[in-house]
């Protein structure tokens, strides 16, 4: 049967005595009416694929067609070579590579929509970075990925995963709870310390606006990434020590849904309002359109 709620998720993890992971790749398989080997092999391709967008954004500053963007990442390497950053070379990590990631996107470079393209940066980087510096093995960063997987189809059987559905805190505010929930994985949490981050990640961005300017995935999509990227982590070492959530997750999810549709059309990816009615941003835009 398959598992639509996240009580449903944890009872079945317990029940079973399984990570979050394996459970997802067994439920993967079976719709796909295909092996968990081969599941396995699928979500590499698409961890390495997140690699190279990662590796191509970190050495291109080339802009984008606003010329609002596309050399931030540089700006990022060029400041933590100087200085390095006040948190460490983690942080580091975890900034550049999801601005890395967001700025492939709006070159039309490849990446990974997860779950989608304007927060393709988040899940990515937090993965990424911290396999590298905590020295993660790949098997546990696919593990990672899976587990990320879940939390995201889990949040979409309740709420389409798009802006002009939900707000941004449908696409950066799921990416930062699966964030959080594949790092809780990756440093040795349980099906509890999984969903707690989850949780804690996805309440507190509720409500988080989509009005990107000109009606282009840069402004203020790519520096969104990082900040969310960052807020994943908070959510992870919180429920990793413990801190849990008062509101369970399946009724955090509700109240996205109940807040997209409390919110204003006019903040929902139609450049209507916010921060796309900008006196700046409206400048831009006449100059980019001729309008």
Known sequence: MAILSFSELEARCNEQNKAVYEIAQEEEALLSETEVNVVRIKVLEDLLAMKEAVKSGLTSTEKAVSGWCGDDCAKLLYRYKSNGSLFGTVFEKITEYAIATAEENLRMGRIVAC???G????????????????????????????TAGMIG??????VQLAGAVAGCQAECGVASAMAAG?????LGGGVREVIQASA????????????PVCGLVEVPCIKRNAFLAVHAVTAAELALCGVESK??????????KITGQLMSPLLKETSLGGLAKTKTAQE????????
Do not use: Y
């Open 247 to 256: 509101i369970p997750m399946d009724e955090i999810v509700d109240t996205l």
């Open 200 to 211: 804690l990640a996805l309440k507190n961005i509720l409500g988080l606006t989509c009005d």
């Open 115 to 117: 779950p989608t393209a």
């Open 153 to 158: 189809l889990l949040i979409s059987n309740k």
């Open 119 to 146: 927060s393709c940066g988040i899940v990515p980087s937090v993965i990424i970075a911290a396999g590298e510096e905590r020295k993660i093995s790949e098997s546990e960063q696919i593990n990672a990925l899976l």
């Open 284 to 291: 831009l835009e006449k100059k980019l359109f001729k309008k």
């Open 182 to 186: 594949a790092l809780s994985q990756m």
